[in-house]
């Protein structure tokens, strides 16, 4: 429904709940096809940086609490709130490539495995996230777990600029020299953050010349197995290697439970690909594989297809994460347990190397550790919601004294609080805040006011 009345210009749509058109919409806004029970006042579908402007005002005129959605796949729905305005700005989706200065801009709404192609074609990289359709809006804020990634970092320190729209319904530049707290804060605060982003302005890389994979598969029994050797070698991984971890209870070449170690490769020549894959090719545990596969040359393209095979559309998802440094053996008991009650595929669980380098630029991004563990339950039909709901929180509950926080890219915060940035960090938001949105004019993270 198109009401001309409200101050939302031109091409902006506006639905009211209960009118015609809504709720489509707002089932719309959400990937994870478990849709909570949450409802807006209002949608509005931004199209112009104009329209998201016009759209704050409104909010700020009806006092309405805004929530801002770019590609939806926040597994917690965290844009779907009770009342306020819900702002979709999935339209703002236009990037732009300057290839000599290695700088891109694009707009929140865009995916990143778009953008990436749109690089590509111009033989540049930036770490976009490992699945197809999630936009760079929320994966940019919440820090951002790339490709490449623990090579470039979190891809939110690749971020440059940002155009915002603050609480006041301004258009505003943030980046190191101009509104630096906003700049700061947008690098990590993820759904908690208090502006809207219409344009990201990005450092680009020169494209790795070899990408690819080296991948063995082992059945449940040598779980422990596993996990010893990958907690051993995690910290002497080359960075230009993501070792990726997938327990599922179809891995692939075993036919039933198991653990897929996945180990894509970003580098500049084959010398250095075999290189970096020794620790791979080397390891004790490889003739024992169910499958093994030294190097698998792959373009981005292939990547993204083998990983989506763990998220198919239209499932029903609950997840949750947790950073440890922990050790192996106070680890395994929780892990042993995530693997008895590890439901059907795609449900999986990943252990990500991550072994961060120990300086990090000043940004609200602040909570990382040696290894990331992620629980994903994924399930089909609504009637199992009470068999799988709530797996992913209770075995992450369990294992909390060995976390030191959470990752907001998979969280779980309105069920299951978590630190997800330091707390001196988290004071200096919550004074930006402050500062930049006094009437909290946007909703906070959810499971916090
Ligand atoms: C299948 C799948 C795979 C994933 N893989 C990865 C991965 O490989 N690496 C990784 O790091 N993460 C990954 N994620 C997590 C994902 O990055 C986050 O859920 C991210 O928030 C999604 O961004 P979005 O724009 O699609 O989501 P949205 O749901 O639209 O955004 C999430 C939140 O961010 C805020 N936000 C979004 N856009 C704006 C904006 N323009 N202005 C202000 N605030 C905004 C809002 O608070 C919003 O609720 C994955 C998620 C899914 C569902």
Redesign the pocket.
């Given at each position: 429904m198109l009401t001309s009345h409200l101050d939302v210009p031109h091409e902006g749509r506006t639905f009211r709940r209960g009118a015609p058109g809504y709720e489509e919409r707002r089932r719309a806004t959400m990937?994870?096809a478990r849709v909570p029970d949450r409802y807006p006042e209002v949608i509005v579908q931004a199209r112009t940086e104009r329209d998201v402007v016009a759209a704050v005002k409104l909010a700020r005129r009806e006092g309405l609490r805004i929530?801002?959605?770019?590609?939806?796949?926040?597994?917690a729905g965290?844009?779907l709130r009770d009342g306020g305005l819900l702002l979709d700005?999935s339209g703002l989706d236009e990037v732009t490539i300057d290839r000599k200065a290695r700088r891109a801009t694009t707009g929140?709404g865009r995916a990143g495995n778009e953008l990436a192609e749109m690089l590509g074609r111009h033989s540049l990289f930036f770490p976009t996230?490992?699945?197809k359709g999630?936009?760079v809006?929320?994966?940019l804020?919440?820090?951002?777990?790339?490709w490449h990634g623990r090579a470039l970092g979190p891809a939110c320190m690749s971020v440059i600029g940002l155009d915002l729209v603050t609480a006041d319904g301004e258009r505003v530049y943030a980046s190191a020299e101009e509104n630096a707290d906003l700049y700061w804060a947008a690098r990590g605060s993820?759904?908690g953050?208090f502006?809207?982003?219409t344009r990201f302005h990005l450092r680009v890389y020169e494209k790795p010349e070899v990408t690819g994979f080296a991948f063995q598969s082992f059945p449940m029994s040598r779980m422990e197995d596993v996990f010893r050797w990958a907690r051993a070698v995690g910290p002497s991984v080359p960075a230009s290697v993501e070792l990726q971890l997938v327990m599922t209870r179809n891995a692939t070449g075993v036919g039933g439970p198991g653990i897929e170690v996945f180990a894509p490769v970003f580098a500049g020549t084959a010398r250095e690909t075999f290189d970096a894959l020794a620790f791979m090719n080397e390891s004790a545990l490889g003739p024992s594989a169910a499958l093994k596969a030294d190097f698998i040359p792959a373009t981005l393209p292939l990547l993204y297809s083998a990983v989506m095979h763990h998220?198919p559309d239209d499932h029903r998802y609950a997840v949750d994460n947790m950073w440890t440094h922990a050790p192996i053996d106070d680890l395994l008991p929780g892990l042993r347990k995530i693997a008895e009650t590890l439901p059907p595929p795609p449900s999986h669980v990943l252990w990500l190397n991550w072994a961060p380098p120990p300086d990090r630029p000043d940004m609200a991004f602040s909570v990382e550790d040696d290894i990331y563990i992620a629980l994903y339950a994924g399930w089909r039909r609504e009637k199992d919601d009470d068999l799988y709901a709530s797996w992913a929180g209770d075995r992450m509950r369990e294992m909390q004294p060995l976390a030191s926080g959470c990752q907001l890219?998979?969280e779980n915060l309105g069920k299951r609080p978590a630190r997800f940035v330091t707390s001196e960090n988290l004071a200096r938001l919550d004074r930006i805040r402050g500062d930049r949105d006094p009437k909290h004019s946007f909703h906070a993270w959810m499971g916090r006011p």
């Open positions: 990937w994870n929530g801002v959605r770019s590609g939806g796949h926040s597994w965290n844009h700005v929140p996230g490992h699945c999630v936009c809006g929320g994966y804020l919440q820090g951002g777990f790339g993820g759904p953050f502006c809207v982003v998220y890219a998979d």
